[in-house]
């Protein structure tokens, strides 16, 4: 394999691993309801990966030497796009939602 595309595939296989190995046992064995105010952070995060994903894709994509894999790299950062663009607009509403909750009110 050529070692650039070993070097991505190694760090993009560390990043799996990292996610498996200490964010997925915890999420598991979480009982406690998350925080409101650490719900948006977390869809933050999630869309953080999903745009480091993106930006693999849109930045190796134009490299394939087939139509088919341009076009699917093509697709896969359309969608990560999409997908970091709808779990952002989550992340704004939950962020508002829970500053509005801890606003003081005009009685308190």
Avoid: F, K
Wanted: aromatic content about 2%.
């Amino acid at each position: 394999m050529d070692p650039d595309i070993a070097a991505m595939t190694r760090a993009v296989g560390e990043a799996r691993t990292q996610i498996r190995e200490n964010a997925l046992p915890r999420a598991r064995t979480r009982r406690a309801d998350v925080p409101r105010p650490d719900e948006a952070a977390l869809l933050g995060a999630l869309a953080d990966l999903l745009d480091t994903a993106r930006e693999l894709a849109e930045t190796i994509g134009p490299r394939m030497t087939t139509p088919d894999a341009r076009a699917s790299y093509g697709w896969a950062g359309r969608r990560l796009r999409e997908q970091a663009e709808n779990l952002r607009a989550d992340e704004r509403r939950l962020a508002a939602d829970a500053a509005d909750t801890q606003a003081p009110t005009a009685a308190g």
